[in-house]
């Protein structure tokens, strides 16, 4: 007998995910440091290595045959970034080789039938405007709707869904407080909160850019979500959910939820500059109360916030990526049900921007057999089926990522890919999630015989037998 499938609503987005500065590696960016990026990549302090030298995978050579790869996929959407240092030279000042090469982009997909979806800026500056502050400065967002303007321009016909901002909170937290990524800033909080500003006002902007360019675009911005658990609730595996009034725990989860998770999701819905909310889901935050834990000496939020963060695999059982992320799929149901997310969005769409699993390799020919990404993918759209069924209007998924690509301050290391790379000679080689995922796309659902939740008190968790592991 066939497996029943378990269907997504029609017309349901299937995709993946990509950046230009981790994927394309175009020379001219890194020779001529066009970005903050190019020149951030050389700090041995700060990312470590390999790190290809900007060559990141080479997609700016590849591109045709990546585009292939994502129509092999089935998939029906694809999520991409501009490059906005390449694009943008200076005030008024672009480039129209680049134009060419997003061009070509757009026509391939639309060759294929599958639907872009483009972010304007993923992380990374023009140099010309973060040696000036950034986006502390004011400028930085007229420059960059004076960009989205641009691409309305060039492109405004081809693409209806755009993504303003990826994460501003990552953004901000790794550049103004931990200072892991430029601006590299260490609990700057007066920056912190001019950059926050700054990414706001650009988000509004670049908003009415689109809308007066055409009311019927689709608007929206990719917002990090962490799924933030009171300990003592992220201990029960029971279904009867603890009120959150039983535990001092809540304390420093909640307010761990409004500044990451909510506050700038907030922030543009109160200017109604928000059509869709982009959700970036990757693990689970769990605290536990401890006023003690405050360290009055050390200037981080985080170290002033109250409360200790639970140890995944010795406080909660559970296994984690390469990277140490706990996994954790029950939290993107948990995440985008969130009761205060969900009234701050008013019934407004989801996406899932992105989702995806990270592996250090061992062997590049046993790493293609990637049965702990299958897992993943599995266990992760089971998740997504049940916020649908509990009134989440999801309506795309986009695995991250396409390809082993270029993770920021953890180098080349850390793939994510559906697609095998090797760093050294480019090429391309599909793993086994890869036509797994294609057939996802394929059937626009799961087959229930390989949907493997553990569904015990009906509290759905990984299965720590299930041949997901930790590799560390
Ligand atoms: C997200 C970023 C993306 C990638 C993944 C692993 O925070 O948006 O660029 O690095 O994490």
Redesign the pocket.
Known sequence: MPPAILKFPNKFYWGTAT?AF?IEGHPEEYLAKLSDWSEWIDREDKVQRPTNQGRAVDHYEHMIEDVSLIKGLNNNSYRFSFNWARLHRGPNEFDLNTVQFYSSLLDQLKASSIEPFATIV??VLPKWLSKEGGWENPRTAYAFEEFTKFLLKHFGSRIKFWITH??PN?FLGFGYESGIWPPGYQNEWGRYFQAYQGLLLGHQLAYKAIKEYNSKHQVGF?Q?LYHFQAYEAAKQSSNQALPLWQTSDSVPTIIRNQLHNLMFVESCVEMNALDFLGV?Y?TRFSYKFNPQAKDSANPALEAALWGELADPIKDLNSSTNSLGWELYPQGLYQALTNKRLRSLLEGRPVYIT?N?Y?HVEKNSVSDIEDAYRIKFIQQHLLAVHQAINAGVDVRGYFY??LLDNF??ALGMAPR?GLVHVDHESFQRKPKKSYHFYSEIAMNNGLATTTACYNSDHGNQHFDSSSGIHSES
């Open positions: 950046a981790q993923h992380f990826n994460e990552i990719a990090n970036n990757y992105e995806g990270s991250w990522s993770e920021w994510f």
